[in-house]
């Protein structure tokens, strides 16, 4: 059973002046298994966005179905959400949404702290994942004190600390220089080495050739998909870049 399964989304926003209505998404079906890592790629207004804050529970569909390890997220009570996504799900943002009255330690715990865990608990998930990823030496300053590789890489730690089974990235490298980039990359290249599921709504050819797979959304539909397979991360980036150029001359995909 596939670890995530979106079934025929579909999503109609209504403006608040004329009451026209605004199609985002038409018809997304796509699937995601245990241990993917996967980007979606698509231009501004392409409907990528609104996917993700479905897929995160933030917003609901018109129609269709979204399940995560086998439950319809639909089913959920309200009262009940946040527990769920604190629960199965975390979050990379591009603006790494860290608190600046916390210091990098607290950040990284936050999301154990909501799920009242004790601090017995929560000192042995912190200690590995702070040697992973560099950050052991950084958890008493704040994130005013650190470089923006360093604020998304305690982001990451956040989102990975209470062993999510999904973990959703909004852009995660579009704040962040082409040397900070590439270790984030390389980064989520490890953890999913590892087993862990991502999925990564990015505009970066570049970002997107570290996947494992990358779907395209045009218009608010899933119509082209590549597959990493054997390619090197340039073998990749020169087949994600190709298919971009032919999508923007309104080519045909093949």
């Not at 009451?19 to 241990?35: I, K, P």
């Not at 390890?69 to 604190?86: H, V, Y």
């Amino acid at each position: 059973m596939s670890l995530l399964e979106v079934k025929h989304l579909k999503k109609v926003y209504t403006t608040r002046l004329g009451g026209q209505q605004c199609q985002a998404l038409h018809d997304v079906d796509f699937t995601v298994e245990q241990g993917e890592f996967t980007a979606i790629m698509g231009e501004s207004g392409s409907g990528k966005t609104t996917l993700l804050n479905i897929l995160a529970s933030f917003d609901k569909p018109t129609a269709g179905e979204v399940l995560l390890d086998g439950k319809k997220m639909s089913t959920i009570p309200e009262r009940q959400l946040s527990a769920f996504r604190r629960e199965n799900l975390g979050f990379v943002f591009q603006d790494f949404n860290l608190l600046d009255t916390f210091s990098i330690r607290d950040n990284i715990l936050l999301p154990l702290v909501l799920s009242r865990k004790s601090y017995q608990e929560m000192i042995p998930k912190l200690t590995p994942i702070a040697d992973l990823l560099g950050l052991s030496d950084l958890l008493d300053k704040y994130p005013y004190e650190v470089s923006g590789g360093q604020k998304q890489r305690t982001a990451v730690a956040r989102a990975i600390i209470t062993d999510p089974k999904l973990i959703l990235a909004d852009e995660p490298t579009g704040a962040l220089d082409s040397k900070a980039s590439a270790r984030l990359l390389a980064l989520f290249e490890e953890i999913n080495t590892q087993g862990q599921t991502i999925l990564m709504v990015t505009h970066s050819a570049r970002a997107a050739s570290h996947a494992g797979r990358v779907l395209f959304i045009k218009d608010g539909e899933v119509f082209h998909q590549l597959y990493r397979g054997g390619l090197s991360t340039d073998e990749m980036f020169k087949k994600v870049s190709d298919t971009l150029t032919v999508l923007a001359n309104g080519g045909e995909l093949h």
